[in-house]
Every structure is written in C-alpha cells, then in structure tokens.
C-alpha cells in the first residue's frame, strides 16, 4: 500500500511549481552527526527520548523523504508555496515492521524492555540522577508520565505488561488463551 503523506497540505498551497515524477536531480546536504542520527530515528519510527513514536509515525520511511516532509511543509507555511502533485520521496512505502508485527499478534517487546517501561513510571528509577544533579524531579516527572504513556498505548491495542519482572508481555488473546 502507498501513501502520500502531505496530499492536503500540497494541494491547500495557493501557488504550486509544477513537478516532474520523471526527472531526478541531486542535492548533498552535509549535516551534523546528531541531525543524521534524530532523521533516522525519525524514518526507522524509533523511540526519540521525550517524543512519543506516535508522534512522527506518519513520516516517510527513508531520511530524503523526511527530509523532503519538513521542506514541502516549510515551503507550505512560510511562504504558501507548494508542487503538483507531491514528491516521491514523501511516499510511505509499504508498512513498517512495527505494524506488521501488531497485525500478526507478534511479540513487540522483550522482557528487558517491557521491565524498563516498568521501570521508567517509577521515581525510585530517577533518585540517582535527581541526587546527582543530572535532571531535576520536574524531569523526572515528564519522564515518568512519558513512560505511563507509552505503556497505556500498548495495553490500548490489547498488549499487556504485567508488573513481574519475570513475566513477558502478551496479547489479551494469549492471557485468555492460558486459563
């Protein structure tokens, strides 16, 4: 399945340049470590600290397309301006493993990673770095609600996680399953 992610913004700009699906140029952005490593982050749909993946789950899946989002919705809202029809790069392409994996009823998180969401909703996890200077208990705060979040979006879409450390996370299906 494919889709155009900015259809309604493009089509919303008043003065549109037309565009050439046919024809490619090139352009070399040169650009810090961290801005590859978070355009990444952002294309690959992985957990950016502080932003839910939700929040930029309907970005395209490769760094051009991502970047080519932020330019066509730059252009949009500073100055109105938009194309013909939308560029290649801002097509999702396919659905990305995390969906597949939600549609098959696959496990989503290890063990280790549904104890440090756990974990995360708890101060006792933040003492440290509060005590250390490293964060404030406002931080630590945002933190926690970020991690509360996060395992109220899974449990949403019927994956649970159980508060035992030694118990894995699980399909509601699976739990009715065992008894």
């Not at 932003?51 to 330019?71: Q, W």
């Amino acid at each position: 399945m494919t889709e155009t992610i900015t259809d309604t913004a493009q089509q919303e700009a008043s003065i549109k340049f037309p565009i050439n699906n046919d024809s490619k140029s090139s352009i070399l952005l040169n650009v810090e470590d961290g801005v590859k490593t978070l355009l990444t982050a952002m294309a690959k749909k992985e957990e950016i600290d502080g932003v839910e993946v939700n929040a930029y789950s309907h970005l395209p899946n490769s760094i051009t397309g991502v970047v080519m989002y932020f330019v066509a919705e730059g252009l949009k809202n500073e100055f109105d301006l938009g194309f013909t029809e939308p560029p290649v790069s801002l097509k999702q392409r396919g659905s990305n493993k995390f969906d597949k994996k939600i549609a098959g009823k696959k496990r989503l998180l290890t063990r280790d990673q549904k104890n440090h969401i756990i974990e995360k909703m708890k101060m006792s996890f933040y003492e440290a770095d509060i005590a250390s200077g490293k964060i404030n208990i406002e931080e630590a705060m945002t933190s926690i609600k970020a991690a509360f979040d996060e395992k109220r979006e899974f449990e949403k879409m019927g994956y649970m996680l159980p508060e035992a450390k030694t118990a894995y996370p699980h399909w509601i299906d699976e739990e009715a399953a065992e008894d």
